[in-house]
Nanobody, 122 residues
């Protein structure tokens, strides 16, 4: 099992930007970002395959960008034009396969970070 550690969360005003990092994610497997708000299920936000092709949830398409640096063993999530709806705890996770292309079934992700809080004010 690989230990993943998220960082970069914080508070930002609506329309602002944040970049999250996930250290330890030097996987060749597909890796992804999820988010969760109190009382809600954890939802997939973006995933990136071993060939760096990415998939996004409709709610973040065009605003968020997922990327990874294999040499640094780090996964990133660039979040632009944020709104209060983006407020959540964000988690990174590693899939069991090289390609997952938007498969956000949590049961297929085997390694998880502890999460980092993102708060967007209006």
């Amino acid at each position: 099992q690989v230990r993943l550690v998220e960082s970069g969360g914080g508070s930002v005003q609506g329309g602002g930007s944040l970049t999250l990092s996930c250290a330890g994610s030097g996987h060749t497997n597909c890796t992804a970002w999820f988010r969760q708000t109190p009382g809600e299920e954890r939802e997939g936000v973006a995933s990136i395959n071993v060939d760096h092709t990415a998939a996004y949830a409709d709610s973040v398409q065009g605003r968020f960008t997922i990327s990874k640096d294999i040499a640094k063993k780090t996964l990133y999530l660039q979040m632009n034009t944020q709104t209060p709806v983006d407020t959540a705890v964000y988690y990174c996770a590693a899939h069991t396969r090289w390609f997952c292309s938007g498969d956000f079934d949590r049961n297929r992700f085997k390694d998880w970070g502890q999460g980092t809080q993102v708060t967007v004010s209006s």
